[in-house]
C-alpha cells in the first residue's frame, strides 16, 4: 500500500514539531525536500511576489513565463539534483544611507533567489524553534511593530534605563565558519550546507548578502545565542530585564533601581559580540 506524500505544509509542520520537542536532533535527508517540484514552485511563487530587478544574467520573470515556469524549474531542478548548479554573482545596488554612506544590496538572479527560497522553505521550521520571543525580524507572523509593542510594554514596567546597539555593517561582517558551524549544530546532511556554502561564499570571504533571500534567516540563525543570554538574564533577574531585536538592531530595557546590572548586561552583550566577531 502506497503512503500519500505529504504536502509541503505538513512537512514544514513535521520539521517544526520535531526540533521544537527535541532541541539537540541534527536533521538528515533535507536535501531531497529543497529539491522538490513542490518546494521549487513555492520558492518561486514567493519570488515573483517579491518581484525586484533581474540579477546580473538580465533575466525576469515575463521571460521565465514565456518559456514556460515548470519547464524552468524542472531545468533548475536538474542542477540541484546533479550537482552542477553554481550560483551566479549577485547584482550590486548601493542605496544612500542617511548618515552620507552607502548601503550596498546584493541581488541574486531570479534562478537563484528561487534555490534560497526553497532552502529557507526547509531550513526554516528547524530553526523557527529555537528562536527566542525577544527576536522580531523577519519571522513568520511577526513584524516591526510587535517590537515596538514589546519595547512599550517594557516602558510601563519600569524598565526605563536603554541600551541600544545597531551592529556596524553586521551582514558585511558575518564570519561564515561561524555561522556554518551554528547551521550544523541542526544539520546533518552534507549537500545542504554544501549548498548553503556556495551561496554564501559567492558574495564573498565573510558575510551575507543583504538582499539575498535566505539572509534574514542566516542573520537570525548567527545572532540567536545572544537572544539565549538575554533570555537567560530575564530570568536569573526575575524579569527585570526586557529586550527587542529586529534583525541587527537591539535594544534592551533595565530596571534602573539597580545600576550594577545594566553594567553586567552590556558587558555580557559585548563578550557574546566578541564570540560572533561583530
Not at 536535501?31 to 515573483?48: N, S
Not at 518559456?67 to 531545468?75: D, I, K, M, N, R
Amino acid at each position: 500500500m502506497r503512503k500519500t506524500p505529504i504536502t509541503l505544509q505538513e512537512l514544514r509542520q513535521r520539521i517544526y514539531a520535531k526540533a521544537k520537542a527535541e532541541p539537540d536532533w541534527r536533521f538528515w535527508g533535507l536535501y531531497v525536500h529543497v529539491c522538490k517540484m513542490e518546494t521549487l514552485k513555492q520558492a518561486y511563487k514567493m519570488a515573483k511576489r517579491n518581484n525586484g530587478a533581474p540579477g546580473v544574467d538580465g533575466m525576469t520573470f515575463e521571460e521565465i513565463e514565456e518559456l514556460g515556469v515548470e519547464e524552468y524549474l524542472q531545468g533548475l531542478r536538474g542542477e540541484l539534483l546533479n550537482g552542477n548548479y553554481f550560483p551566479l554573482k549577485y547584482r550590486e545596488v548601493r542605496i544612500p544611507k542617511g548618515n552620507g554612506k552607502e548601503r550596498i544590496l546584493r541581488i541574486p538572479a531570479i534562478r537563484d533567489r528561487i534555490v534560497q527560497g526553497a532552502l529557507k522553505l526547509i531550513l526554516e521550521p528547524i530553526f523557527e524553534a529555537d528562536f527566542q520571543e525577544g527576536s522580531f525580524g523577519f519571522r513568520p507572523k511577526r513584524k516591526a511593530h510587535d517590537a515596538i509593542h514589546a519595547v512599550a510594554r517594557a516602558i510601563t514596567e519600569n524598565k526605563t534605563t536603554v541600551i541600544d546597539l545597531d551592529l556596524s555593517e553586521f551582514f558585511d561582517n558575518v564570519r561564515h565558519h561561524i555561522l556554518f558551524e551554528k547551521v550544523a549544530k541542526r544539520v546533518n546532511d552534507p549537500k545542504v550546507m554544501h549548498l548553503l556554502k556556495l551561496i554564501c561564499k559567492t558574495a564573498g570571504k565573510k558575510g551575507i548578502p543583504q538582499g539575498g533571500v535566505i539572509s534574514p534567516l542566516l542573520a537570525n540563525i548567527y545572532l540567536n545565542d545572544v537572544d539565549k543570554m538575554l533570555e537567560k538574564a530575564k530570568t536569573v533577574t526575575g524579569d527585570k530585564i526586557a529586550y527587542a531585536r529586529y534583525a541587527d538592531d537591539l535594544v534592551v530595557l533595565v530596571n534602573p533601581t539597580n545600576n550594577s546590572l545594566t553594567e553586567k548586561v552590556h558587558k555580557r552583550l559585548l563578550e557574546e559580540f566578541d564570540k560572533l566577531q561583530v
